[in-house]
């Protein structure tokens, strides 16, 4: 084997890691949701674990996007070093900066304090309410609903 087949070998090496990597902090960031989850008295519920699920879905689509990418731009690059000596080093790139992305935001998600996500809850409550307040023909409509979902609960417990 010549040096750049082992290089390509090791580029897949570092590939399968980032993927590892990807899976722990989602495994990690799970644990600690579940744990916040603990400390609040909340229940955890299957709809939580879905959301990790679809993250892992998302992010994973992405990584492979991105593999792609580095696939095709380190084929050139071998490409350039087999058929003109161009001695340019193979680095999967773009599946790298995914990785960070990911790392960055499943570290802030694991180091935010659990009163964090309730105050967001709150600011977007409120606001929801103040648009309502602000929006007569909103007010009437939710008032509706409500009434009607009422009337609903009422029949069914006759």
């Known amino acids: 084997m010549e040096g750049r087949e082992v290089t390509l070998i090791i580029v897949g090496c570092l590939v399968v890691l980032f993927y590892v990597i990807v899976f722990g902090l989602i495994g990690a960031d799970l644990w600690s949701g579940v744990r916040k989850a603990k400390k609040r008295g909340e229940m955890r519920t299957s709809e939580a674990y879905r959301r990790t699920i679809d993250k892992l879905n998302k992010y994973y689509n992405m990584l492979i996007a991105l593999t792609f990418v580095d696939a095709v731009q380190i084929g050139l690059i071998f490409f350039l070093w087999h058929e003109y000596r161009y001695d340019i080093p193979m680095v999967p790139l773009f599946t790298l900066l995914g ?3 990911i790392s960055f935001v499943e570290v ?9 996500k309730e105050k967001k809850a709150q600011e977007d409550f409120i606001r929801i309410l103040r648009e309502i307040a602000k929006n007569q023909d909103l007010k009437d409509r939710v008032l509706s609903v409500l009434e009607n979902k009422e009337n609903k609960e009422h029949d069914e417990t006759e």
Do not use: G, L, M, R
């Open 108 to 116: 802030k998600s694991i180091v935010e304090p659990s009163n964090v």
């Open 99 to 101: 990785t960070f992305y």
